[in-house]
């Protein structure tokens, strides 16, 4: 694993931005792996700062990690408009090799089976990941058991009450997601990991420093050949 501290997250969103565009310019037809939350926006800001400088992404694929089920896409905490929002309204990525789970299918168990038929077809080359204050990645959350396939996942309490900043009242926040498993994640041939502010900096330690565990799903990334953990100096102050 490579270790990154940045001054800020906006540093470090410039730094994920061009490890990102290599891959682009690298890749005949690149797939980005994408993650939501606030973690994630200095990314997306310096990514379309590219694109604004000639970055083509025309060619470009990208999967999204998840997708709260129950609100419809125009919901401005849905996944769907916060990515359009961030990036897709932007860029010259065609609207046909963008995909986000459909957390508004009728059968949520089809809508699974089609998005692992999409990441089996499109196998992603750079995925971003965020952190959830429990350790999630996606909506991965702590269990005994990690599922490796596209699943409909319970929200945890942590995952709940974190969310809940986004929405008016925390009885607003969805109860469950569909999310990514763990061997879409960990299949990606590369993978950075985000996580920035004081809050993440307990979690942060114990996924990357810690024993690899069921119930702190990022410390599985420990088991991956090419992970970047790029970290603000807050995020990283639990780090020796
Ligand atoms: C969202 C996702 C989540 C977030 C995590 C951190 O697509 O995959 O794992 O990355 O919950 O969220 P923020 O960045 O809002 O703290």
């Known amino acids: 694993m490579k270790i990154r501290v940045f001054e800020t997250p906006s540093d470090a969103g410039l730094y994920v931005a061009a490890l990102a565009e290599r891959v682009v310019l690298d890749v005949p037809n690149p797939v980005l792996g994408l993650a939501t939350g606030s973690t994630s926006c200095p990314f997306y800001q310096a990514f379309v700062k590219f694109e604004k400088c000639g970055l083509d992404l025309s060619r470009t694929t990208t999967i999204n990690l998840d997708e709260y089920i129950g609100l419809p896409d125009t919901h401005p905490q849905s996944y769907h408009y916060f990515m359009n929002e961030q990036l897709f309204d932007h860029v010259n990525i065609p609207r046909d090799q963008i995909f986000i789970p ?65 929405f008016t009242d925390v009885s607003e926040v ?32 114990r996924a990357i420093q810690g024993e690899v565990r069921t119930d702190i799903p990022a410390s599985i990334l420990q088991l991956h050949r090419d992970v970047t953990i790029v970290l603000d100096k807050l995020s990283a102050s639990e780090l020796p």
């Open 174 to 205: 969805p109860r469950k997601a569909i999310t990514m498993g763990v061997q879409a994640i960990l299949q990606a041939r590369q993978i950075v990991l985000m996580a920035f502010g004081k809050e993440k900096a307990h979690i942060v330690s």
């Open 102 to 166: 459909d957390g508004a299918a009728a059968d949520l168990h089809a809508e699974c089976e089609r998005y692992d038929d999409i990441i089996r077809k499109h196998p992603i080359d750079f995925q971003i990941l965020g952190i959830g204050v429990n350790g999630h990645i996606g909506f991965n959350e702590p269990n005994d058991l990690l599922l490796s396939r596209t699943h409909v996942v319970e929200l945890s309490h942590d995952t709940i009450a974190s969310n809940a900043r986004f």
